[in-house]
């Protein structure tokens, strides 16, 4: 079974921008910074890290040494939490064989998935 959890390209740049900012809590960091330390688009590094904004994890930081932050304590936010910000909810209802309902009697899983 290759990869039950996928990340997005906008899952991957917050996860990389996340990172970033946790590095450098003394001062903001732009989006071409995090743009370029991946060598990813600098447009599409700003969506996501609008999405991250929104989402209550990272806030904007205006003016000429601008950019972004993490809001809060980092220790607190998980790989999940930015995950399930950019790419939705992990549905834990889900049979990892994507089918509507378990041929077996007894799943193995059932339970521990939720």
């Not at 990340?7 to 450098?24: K, N, P, V, Y």
């Not at 972004?68 to 064989?97: N, Q």
Request: proline share 4%; hydrophobic share 40%.
């Amino acid at each position: 079974m290759a990869g039950v959890l996928k990340f997005s390209e906008a899952a991957r740049i917050a996860i990389h921008g996340m990172i970033l900012m946790a590095a450098s809590p003394d001062s903001p960091v732009t989006g071409a910074v995090i743009a370029d330390s991946f060598g990813i688009s600098e447009n599409h590094t700003r969506k996501v890290m609008q999405r991250l904004v929104k989402a209550g994890y990272a806030e904007s930081v205006r003016g000429p040494s601008g950019g972004y932050c993490v809001k809060g304590d980092p220790s607190g936010i998980t790989l999940l939490d930015i995950y399930e910000a950019l790419d939705g909810k992990i549905g834990a209802d889900r049979c990892l064989f994507h089918r509507s309902r378990c041929p077996a009697e007894g799943c193995l899983l059932k339970g521990m998935l939720e």
